[in-house]
């Protein structure tokens, strides 16, 4: 049957369905990309070269910048937590504090939001433009998958790299807290690392674990998702590396809040 | 033998095949010649799987490949070389890399059987001492022909090139059509050529097929084409202005 134009006030509801089957449409394709990614992830032949050459480019790249934002995230929060804390007499609490908020909370979100900025964006792009310049295509037609030599290292080194950069960010902050409370205002380390393994416990660091492993996940499979639905040309690939670094962070804070409910 | 039958295929209300029909022999070279935007290279795609057509089929050797996926689609592709237009070198492996690639993923063969397969295959194409180069480091032509060579080192029995001489100066565009001619003398593989290079094109081919708008509107030997009453194909062969566009 042919296209009859609807009426004009039939158009909203047509523009309103439009947008919505397109949603679920995109819903449903970012959903079978990781299912795809996930399938060549555990079927053999792994490659390990591609892996490793993963954990440099997402992980060892990105050490600088979170050594440097880790150190001065330290700093601030040892400031600004002694300050308060010297408020009410119990500065005694700066380590645990400083400890507490890096472990559970700002070391897997800052890191993950650092590691986004720097290689989930080189990520996207790096597909985005194999993708407009057919290699995607030329490994296709090789009858190779490039799931496989693309998306399922990637996500497996989110996975591995994650949870390490989150580490050294951690303590690299709690050394930046450090030097600002006991060298700069005067707490004796003793306190600050004693109060410390007196409040920290195994559950707060497997909670900011878990929390930076999923944040891996989900920064590299939007990441490579984008990279490989680019559109056309440069303009493509800016826009779907803006998409990428865009979503993976407001994904990293949504999912922060109901990991931080869901675990103790 | 690879036998069109029907293809339709359109991107929202633009058609861009319609009802499209083709044979390509075993063992001969075809070319596809035609406008800009005339569905060449989406024509291409529905051969090598790339895209689904909306109605019609495509068939390899009597095989149907039009709905296959997965395995049975890969098995297809095995028998494929394909250079792309751009060459789709992988930019950060060595132009020998991307020769290996093919042999390494596919055929897991010794490194060392591997070495003297890519060394050989540069070396037909003219390229012996820049496998060390990375793409980005050598001209342009050069890059077709190493892409050619990654195309043909697994001995394939169907070659599509897209365009293998778009952006390349008139001695280098000859350089490529007779370099596709005597590998294809010397291989015996189905080659299937896309490209707007008018005359010389008609040097390599056994058959000329003449797309326009999403319909094959006349194939034959290239001497019948260059005769043909067609008036899409005169003018198309001669490069007359078409005035039917309003410049």
């Keep these: 049957m042919a296209d009859r134009p609807l009426a004009p006030a039939l158009r909203p509801f047509e523009a309103v369905g439009g947008r ?50 880790g150190a001065f995230t330290g700093m601030v929060l040892g400031l600004q937590v002694y300050l308060t804390l010297v408020r009410f007499g ?3 609490f700066l380590g645990p504090a400083v400890a507490l908020s890096l472990i559970r909370e700002l070391g897997p979100v800052l890191a993950a939001l650092m590691v986004t900025g720097r290689a989930g964006s080189a990520l996207t ?6 993708r407009i310049t057919e290699q995607i295509d030329a490994l296709t037609v090789m009858a190779l998958n490039p799931m496989r030599y693309l998306v399922a290292p990637s996500i497996l080194a989110g996975l591995v790299t994650f949870p390490l950069m989150t580490a050294l960010f951690d303590v690299v902050g709690i050394f930046g807290g450090y030097l600002v409370g006991v060298e700069l205002l005067g707490l004796s380390p003793g306190t600050y690392f004693g109060e410390m393994q007196t409040f920290v416990d195994m559950k707060d660091i497997m909670t900011g674990f878990w929390k930076s492993v999923s944040f891996g996940v989900v920064v590299t499979w939007v990441c490579t998702y984008k990279g490989f639905n680019v559109g056309h040309g440069a303009e493509g690939v800016a826009r779907a590396t803006t998409q990428a670094v865009v979503l993976s962070s407001v994904l990293i804070l949504v999912w922060d809040y109901f990991m931080g409910s869901i675990l103790p | 033998m690879i ?23 075993t063992g001969s070279i075809t070319v596809i ?6 569905g060449k290279s989406v024509f291409l795609k529905h051969l090598i799987g790339l895209v689904r057509p909306d109605a019609g089929r495509v068939l390899v050797d009597g095989v149907e490949i039009t709905h296959l ?4 689609l890969d098995g297809i592709r095995r028998r494929y070389g394909v250079v792309f237009q751009g060459g789709a070198l992988f930019d950060s492996m060595s132009c020998a890399e991307n020769v ?26 003219g390229l012996e001492g820049v496998g060390a180069k990375l793409p980005a480091e ?25 365009e293998p001489t778009t952006g390349l100066d008139p001695v280098l565009v000859n350089t490529i059509h007779h370099l596709i001619l005597d590998l294809h003398r010397r291989f015996r593989f189905t080659a299937l050529v896309v490209s707007h290079e008018i005359p010389e094109i008609f040097e390599i081919a056994d058959t000329v097929a003449m797309l326009h708008e999403g319909r094959i509107v006349e194939v034959g030997p290239p001497g019948a084409i260059q005769a043909s009453a067609n008036r899409i194909v005169r003018q198309f062969i001669r490069g007359e202005p078409d005035n039917s566009e309003g410049h």
Excluded: W
């Design chain 2, 33 to 38: 010649i035609g406008r800009s935007g005339g």
């Design chain 1, 90 to 92: 119990s500065e005694a």
């Design chain 2, 100 to 125: 290996a690639f093919p042999l390494r993923e596919k055929l897991r063969i010794p490194a060392d059987e591997i070495a003297k397969r890519v060394d050989a295959a540069l070396a037909q194409v």
């Design chain 2, 138 to 162: 050598i001209s342009g032509g050069m890059r077709k022909r190493v892409a050619i060579a990654r195309a043909l080192v697994t001995e394939p029995e169907i070659v599509f090139f897209d």
């Design chain 2, 69 to 72: 996926t997965g395995r049975a």
């Design chain 1, 125 to 130: 792009a790096e597909i985005g433009i194999m």
């Design chain 2, 3 to 25: 036998k069109v039958e029907g293809l339709r295929k359109s991107f929202g209300r633009q058609a861009v095949l319609r009802d499209l029909d083709l044979e390509v022999a």
């Design chain 1, 20 to 69: 919505t089957i397109s949603v679920v449409d995109s819903l449903g394709r970012f959903g079978t990309f990781f299912v795809d990614a996930l399938v060549a992830i555990v079927t053999p032949p792994f490659k390990l070269r591609a892996f490793i050459d993963r954990i440099n480019y997402i992980g060892f790249r990105s050490l600088l910048i979170i050594l440097l934002t």
